[in-house]
């Protein structure tokens, strides 16, 4: 018999847990089938990590930390960094899957580990802030709005996949002309 190895019980579940989050949300998640998919009992996934809202809650806070991590935000190119934002979501739509989630379930009724996720916003603004302190993008629209407005542009192309489709096209040409309006759009916002 195998000797049982907890950290890669614990990567199974947290895959397992991503992908059915992804695809049903919180209310439509199920347990047995985070189990089924990871290949261990339930048992192990409350002990693990709670009931299935902070299950949620975790899952949501390691992703969060991923996308902070591999794409950090730089007033110097913002360009840049949308196309990186961009890349992202198209590489992980896991991520934006869930935060709609998080949405549709909790609105604006304050959420389990929100003092986590406000910290990890808090740098993202002030990296916004140390920009336009230094001219380097325009001080006209208060930091953490320039946030919301930006991740808005970069995100939303993702979010809603078939309005993308229906309003610009399907092709690569189109995709990548959307991206480049994307692009200039955040350049027109910040611009000083």
Known sequence: ????????????????????????????????????????????IYAYFGNKAELFAIVLEK??????????VDPDDIESWIDRVMDYHAAHPELLRLLFWEGLEYGSAELPHESARQKHYVRKVAALQDG???????DAVPAAD???LLTALANWTA??????????????DAQDRLRASVKEAARRLTAR
Do not use: C, S, Y
């Open 1 to 44: 018999m195998a000797p049982r190895d907890p950290e890669a019980t614990k990567a199974r579940i947290f895959e397992a847990a991503v992908a059915e989050f992804a695809r049903h949300g919180i209310a439509g998640a199920r347990i047995d089938r985070i189990a089924a998919e990871a290949k261990a009992n339930k048992q192990l």
């Open 63 to 72: 992703k969060m930390l991923h996308v902070a991590e591999d794409v950090p």
């Open 132 to 138: 336009q302190d230094r001219g380097v993008i325009t």
């Open 146 to 148: 320039l946030l919301f």
């Open 159 to 172: 979010v809603v996949p078939q309005m993308r489709r229906i309003l610009v096209g399907d092709g690569e």
